[in-house]
């Protein structure tokens, strides 16, 4: 499975972006979803998951009520809706999928990974 994401550039707080990731090829499997992003000099971290029929939903608490994840299985992409941005969720986010059927922010758990897309928040 190979992972695009999109949908990065730069914004100035209180604005909106969404994010998209569109896998490769359609998989028998049922995989489940995850956006995670790094900033510089931080280690990467979890920022929401999404089971494969969409009825789960996990959020890191720093974007819980502004972040929102969901999923067109039959496009094969996720969305992260960003809303209310800060200059702290300056970071390249990434897409994960995982064949675990809840996999919400463990790392481990994902095995497969998109190359990143950078969001920049200005103040």
């Known amino acids: 499975v190979q992972l695009q994401a999109s949908g990065g550039g730069l914004v100035q707080a209180g604005g909106s972006l969404r994010l998209s990731c569109v896998s490769s090829?359609?998989?028998?499997?049922?995989?489940?979803m995850g956006w995670f992003r790094q900033a510089p000099g931080k280690e990467r971290e979890f920022v929401a998951a999404i089971t494969w029929l969409g009825n789960l939903k996990d959020y890191a608490d720093s974007v819980k009520g502004r972040f929102t994840i969901s999923r067109d299985n039959a496009k094969n992409t996720v969305y992260l809706q960003m809303n209310s941005l800060k200059p702290e969720d300056t970071a390249v986010y990434y897409c994960?999928?995982?064949?675990?059927?809840?996999?919400?922010?463990?790392?481990?758990?994902?095995?497969?990974w998109g190359q990143g897309t950078q969001v920049t928040v200005s103040s």
């Open positions: 994960a999928a995982s064949t675990t059927t809840r996999a919400r922010g463990v790392m481990a758990l994902y095995d497969y």
């Open positions: 090829r359609r998989s028998s499997r049922d995989y489940s």
